[in-house]
Nanobody, 118 residues
């Protein structure tokens, strides 16, 4: 079975940093585009960062320059390095694995809470 397990969330002060990890199992990791999404209370889920199978990255404008997504195919893990965190970054961050096949829906992890507060 497919599992995406996020870790690394927690409480951090504004300006601080966190590194999220998402460990995947049950998929051929290198065959999937990976992404991080977040959902704050009362808001829709939004894309934070994605990384293609070839390593091309894309970021939401709100996190550009502060967050970095990376992947380690040998470890079947995708990371999100978050620097200069702001209170508005507070959300549940979820990992996504997408084969980009219209007949195979993407997989989602359960999410990890990130709270940025003083």
């Amino acid at each position: 079975q497919v599992q995406l397990v996020e870790s690394g969330g927690g409480l951090v002060q504004p300006g601080g940093s966190l590194r999220l990890s998402c460990a995947a199992s049950g998929i051929i990791f290198s065959g999937y585009a990976m992404g991080w999404y977040r959902q704050a209370p009362g808001k829709q889920r939004e894309m934070v960062a994605t990384i293609t199978r070839g390593g091309t990255t894309n970021y939401a404008e709100s996190v550009e320059g502060r967050f970095t997504i990376s992947r380690d195919n040998a470890k079947s893990t995708v990371y999100l390095q978050m620097n200069s965190l702001k209170p508005e970054d507070t959300a549940v961050y979820s990992c996504n694995a997408d084969s980009l096949s219209l007949r195979i829906p993407p997989y989602w992890g359960q999410g990890t809470q990130v709270t940025v507060s003083s």
